[in-house]
């Protein structure tokens, strides 16, 4: 069995990650190299690329640039477009909807030529609550509908992210974004789980892993305090035993805050991943 691979979010998205004052778009592509050096050198497979302004990336430089170090794109994260230019799917008013549509329809288009995945995170938005919360669940849905045929049409995938309660009303637990896939008949939408969401909202990061193994195509990883795994109480080992039990193919594609700072962040994660999965290989030999 083939190891699992591992990834990083090259952002400034959360104050965090790789290459602060990256992405302020377009992204410098002299910064991008730093970053993509930084990876490469630390032992990942993959980055996973946040994006703001998906229209102003060159896809052709960016690729030969991630090729040139080894890197594999993962998936493009979506969740500036919503802190930065307050881009929703739920949004009440249709023009600041298909704004979003137009901005994810290049993101699939980036996705295509990268070869990797679409995130939908924060992006969903978030309601008034009360009578809004449903109403804003209905056109997160339709805009789901129509990023899945478009998606389909180009070959991409689009994940799918439980995000927790406080920070949106809208698709908190795995249960509710895979019964959001099949009662929406999507075919081109899977999930990206993230355990610092799972630690909050699950009854066990295990058990939901194997309920949704079908679905599951990327996860994001953090400890429980959202800094590198490693730094808090989250069970690694044995949730890439389960991610091996299930045979997952995804990446573990670390979400973490920048912390104790952002090059050990960066160096720790991989090097505390890459242990607990040799230690895992041994195991199961
Ligand atoms: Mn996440």
């Not at 799918?160 to 081109?188: Q, V």
């Not at 035993?241 to 962040?265: F, H």
Request: positive net charge; charged residues 25%; contains cysteine.
């Amino acid at each position: 069995m083939e190891a699992l691979k591992i990834g990083i979010v090259v952002s400034d998205a959360m104050g965090c990650l790789v290459s602060p004052g990256l992405s302020k778009a377009p992204v410098r592509y002299k910064e991008l190299e730093k970053a993509f050096n930084l990876c490469a050198k630390s032992g990942y497979d993959g980055v996973e690329l946040f994006v703001d302004k998906p229209e102003n990336l060159d896809a052709t430089k960016i690729l030969a640039l991630a090729q040139s170090h080894h890197l594999e794109i993962t998936a493009l994260g979506t969740g500036p477009m919503y802190a930065r230019r307050g881009l929703s799917l739920s949004a009440e008013d249709s023009s600041t909807r298909s704004k979003t549509l137009s901005a994810l329809r290049h993101c699939i288009s980036l996705a295509e030529s990268f070869g990797s995945l679409l995130t939908i995170g924060s992006i969903r938005g978030k309601s008034r609550g009360g009578d809004s919360r449903l109403k804003a669940l209905k056109r997160v849905g339709e805009g789901l509908g129509i990023l899945d045929e478009w998606a389909s049409h180009q070959g991409v995938k689009v994940l799918l992210e439980p995000i927790n309660r406080y920070e949106t009303d809208l698709i908190n637990t795995a249960d509710h974004a895979l019964s959001m896939i099949k009662n929406l008949s999507l075919t081109s939408t899977g999930l990206l789980l993230d355990t610092f969401h799972m630690n909050i909202e699950e009854r066990s990061i295990s058990d939901s892993i194997r309920k949704c193994k079908r679905s599951l195509l990327h996860l994001h990883v953090a400890d429980s305090n959202r800094w590198p795994p490693g730094y808090g109480h989250l069970d690694f080992q044995q949730i890439i035993q389960t991610l091996r039990a299930v045979n997952y193919e995804g990446y573990l594609s670390s979400e973490s805050l920048a912390k104790p700072d952002r090059v050990t962040a960066v160096k720790m994660t991989a090097t505390y991943l890459r242990g607990l999965i040799k230690k895992s290989l041994v195991q199961t030999e």
